[in-house]
């Protein structure tokens, strides 16, 4: 029996909210495996993380697992987005099915395969980030969540993970009344507003 992954954090946020800039400030960035789902969209910093373009989720999000287990120079993993990433699998293994039910429930498979597998044995910190969408319940009750396709969708991509981080751009006004050595804010930030 193997141990659990317990530095498994999942970043949330609308798009341009700071999901990826949010990464700047990692520790030891040069130990940072940055496993780019999005197109090969840039970071928009400079890095010195290893950066991977991830063009099929079968052949290298496995592989990309498997060669940071063996590199101690490795310490976190970050896959940017879990929502490109699955959407990635959708277009190249679900669609092209002729039996979509059989194309769907590998989608639920492969995603099991990495979190229960792939992160779970991992000795690595790994952080996903996500895409969110808000939806209205019948109770009027605005809720944020990941969304996803197939059975997924009924447990929740949230439940996966550890601790989950929501980014999200605030009026810099908003943030006056927080004093605290954790919150800094660049003159470009202070330029823009939020």
């Known amino acids: 029996m193997s141990q659990t992954n317990d530095n498994l954090?999942?970043?949330?946020?609308?798009?341009?909210?700071?999901k990826?800039?949010?990464?700047?400030?990692?520790?030891?960035?040069?130990?940072?495996?940055?496993l780019n789902c999005e197109a090969g969209k840039k970071l928009p910093f400079r890095?010195?993380?290893?950066?991977?373009?991830?063009?099929?989720?079968?052949?290298?999000?496995?592989?990309?697992?498997t060669a940071a287990e063996s590199k101690p120079e490795i310490h976190t993993i970050v896959v940017d987005s879990l929502t490109y990433l699955l959407d990635m699998y959708e277009s190249k293994y679900v669609l092209t099915?002729?039996?979509?039910?059989?194309?769907?429930?590998?989608?639920?498979q492969f995603f099991k395969y990495l979190m229960?597998?792939?992160?779970?044995?991992s000795t690595k910190n790994v952080i996903f980030t996500a895409h969110v969408k808000d939806d209205v319940?019948?109770?009027?009750?605005?809720?944020?969540?990941?969304?996803?396709?197939?059975?997924l969708k009924n447990n929740?991509?949230?439940s996966?993970?550890?601790?989950?981080?929501?980014?999200?751009?605030?009026?810099l006004t908003d943030l006056e009344e927080y004093k605290s050595g954790l919150l800094t804010i660049t003159p470009q930030e202070e330029a823009l507003g939020f």
């Open 20 to 34: 990826s800039a949010s990464l700047r400030n990692i520790k030891n960035p040069e130990g940072v495996l940055y």
């Open 9 to 18: 954090v999942l970043l949330v946020g609308k798009a341009a909210n700071g």
């Open 97 to 108: 099915l002729a039996n979509k039910m059989e194309g769907w429930s590998n989608f639920a």
């Open 47 to 65: 890095s010195k993380f290893i950066e991977r373009v991830i063009t099929d989720p079968i052949k290298h999000i496995p592989q990309m697992f």
């Open 160 to 171: 996966y993970f550890s601790c989950v981080i929501a980014a999200k751009k605030k009026k």
């Open 156 to 158: 929740g991509i949230e």
């Open 116 to 121: 229960q597998d792939l992160v779970a044995k």
């Open 137 to 151: 319940t019948d109770e009027m009750v605005r809720e944020t969540s990941v969304p996803v396709k197939g059975s």
